[in-house]
């Protein structure tokens, strides 16, 4: 048994997911930690900007390259590689310049925004840019093996930003500080994810006639991308990602910010443990069985009930102490981000057993399947929030609504991956 578990870790496929495992473990793990002090330092009102700012940039950045950059890890050669690489960062220069008039406007609207953070407010279009850039780059060196950088990217990023996050905090800096800190660690992140990239700029293509026709060429080739990858990944971002504009709209910055650490702390789980127990026991099983008997029921269920198990104790744990958690570990002021996390707790617990296994529908080709849900979500978002602004309801309604909504296209969702994952006669 010793000598197989030798042979495993030796296995450079099984180093490599060590490796971007860990990377994203500290991440997620000094996230967590951080919240402890910057709960304390940083006022819900505060927070609520800084997340609604940060918001922006997760939602748009997603498709700030048209979803071109997944392309670079299946290129034909490097050279198309490469080519498809200078067309990413010619997009993100432009979507980013269209994001920043957005951005702008979005801005006069709130003007609280402006004077929360001031003109510290517009780095957020540099950490949009960068983010596109960080995106890009990580596709290029997941295709060129340099996993060592994508971790440290990721840790380090995570590591800088929060702790400057404590650090600005602890010196009375508000919603700029916590903008500086974003968008150093995001740089710091730049900086790693470019360090291979530095050394092959001669194979960049980026000015001149010959750069562009290589670009059109490679846009052509990858269309499907523009056309079906990046609405479909859009929309899967914006199901969750805009209820924050709604809980804003609805109950303002203060409210939100309360939410978001609710929010926050709940998706950890999800990022932890179920897609990486998906990751080990469910999508390399269910391909090979889908190869061998055009079904994967059997896989299927063996993750179903390993999550499930994860799920209910953590769903009945939520439900029982989230307020005496959240006030314990982030103080008093944030009890009601405990309250909310219940109302939340069932929907989170149906998402950490379905949503890892959305992977499923990639293996049987169904992936139009997630977009109809997702697209379902948004407007199950759209009826909570106007039924709640007519009637002038509270947050916790909004909250109901959501929970019971989701949780219930999270099981239509479920239904349709079990029925594709029948054996073929």
């Not at 940039?57 to 050279?79: G, M, N, Q, R, W």
């Not at 399947?369 to 602004?389: H, N, P, T």
Request: charged share 15%; glycine share 6%; with cysteine.
């Amino acid at each position: 048994m010793k000598e197989k578990l030798q042979q495993l870790t030796r296995h450079r496929f099984f180093r490599a997911i060590l490796t971007l495992f860990s990377g994203s473990l500290i991440g997620q793990l000094v996230s967590v930690a951080s919240s402890l002090f910057t709960s304390r330092l940083f006022t819900d009102y505060e927070i609520g900007i800084y997340t609604l700012m940060t918001t922006a940039v997760t939602l748009f950045s997603s498709v700030a390259c048209f979803k071109y950059e997944p392309s670079i890890v299946v290129a034909e050669d490097d050279d198309e590689a490469y080519d498809l690489l200078s067309l990413c960062l010619t997009l993100c220069g432009g979507t980013t310049l269209v994001f920043a008039v957005g951005y702008c406007i979005y801005l006069w609207c709130k003007p609280e925004i402006w004077a929360s953070a001031g003109v510290f407010s517009l780095l957020t279009i540099a950490v949009f840019f960068l983010t596109g850039v960080n995106d890009i780059m990580y596709n290029y060196n997941t295709r060129f093996q340099n996993y060592g950088l994508i971790s440290k990217a990721y840790a380090w990023s995570s590591t800088v930003k929060y702790s400057m996050q404590i650090a600005l905090g602890y010196f009375g800096f508000s919603t700029d500080g916590m903008k500086v800190s974003s968008l150093t660690g995001t740089a710091l992140g730049t900086y790693f994810h470019l360090h291979y990239l530095w050394g092959q700029k001669d194979k960049l293509h980026l000015r001149g006639k010959e750069a562009r026709s290589r670009m059109k060429k490679v846009a052509v080739k990858y269309r499907r991308q523009p056309l079906f990858a990046a609405p479909s990944y859009f929309v899967q971002t914006a199901s969750f990602q805009v209820l924050n504009f709604l809980i804003e709209m609805l109950y303002g910055f203060a409210t939100f910010g309360i939410y978001s650490l609710a929010y926050r702390m709940l998706n950890v789980p999800i990022t932890l443990i179920g897609n990486n127990v998906a990751r080990v026991l469910f999508f390399k099983n269910a391909a090979e069985e889908y190869n061998t008997t055009g079904g994967y029921r059997k896989s299927l269920l063996t993750t179903t009930l390993a999550l499930t198990a994860i799920a209910i104790p953590m769903v009945i744990l939520l439900c029982l102490l989230s307020p005496w958690l959240f006030s314990l570990f982030f103080g008093e002021a944030w009890r009601m981000s405990g309250v909310y996390a219940i109302y939340q707790a069932p929907m989170y617990g149906v998402r950490l057993v379905v949503q890892p296994l959305t992977q499923a529908l990639v293996i049987c080709r169904k992936q139009n399947i997630e977009l109809f849900i997702q697209g379902a979500f948004l407007v199950c978002s759209a009826i909570a929030f106007i039924y709640c602004r007519m009637a002038a309801a509270p947050m916790e309604v909004f909250l109901i609504l959501i929970s019971i909504s989701y949780s219930f296209f999270y099981l239509v969702l479920y239904g349709a991956i079990y029925l594709f994952g029948k054996k073929k006669a």
